[in-house]
């Protein structure tokens, strides 16, 4: 099975990784190849505990969001 990964770096440089179709699966790592390494195991544990995967859920998409501040 193949999911969708949201990977972001933090202020901090740190880098973070998400699934969407997993509320609470997520990890960090310093580098890009340990960030992969780790949300792999995050994924795997994830559907361990939450048993059989719920074929009814699916990533649908991301947008880039674009808001002005109207400070007065």
């Known amino acids: 099975m193949k999911y969708s990964v949201v990977i972001e770096r933090d202020e901090d440089g740190v880098y973070v990784a ?3 179709e ?4 997520h990890t960090q790592a310093k580098n890009l190849n340990d960030l992969i390494s780790r949300i792999r195991e995050a994924t795997k544990l994830y559907l361990e505990e939450m048993g059989k995967e719920d074929e009814k859920r699916g990533f649908v998409g991301i947008r880039i ?3 002005t501040s109207s400070e007065p």
């Open 18 to 20: 998400s699934i969407p």
């Open 22 to 25: 997993f509320p609470g699966c």
């Open 65 to 67: 969001l674009g808001v």
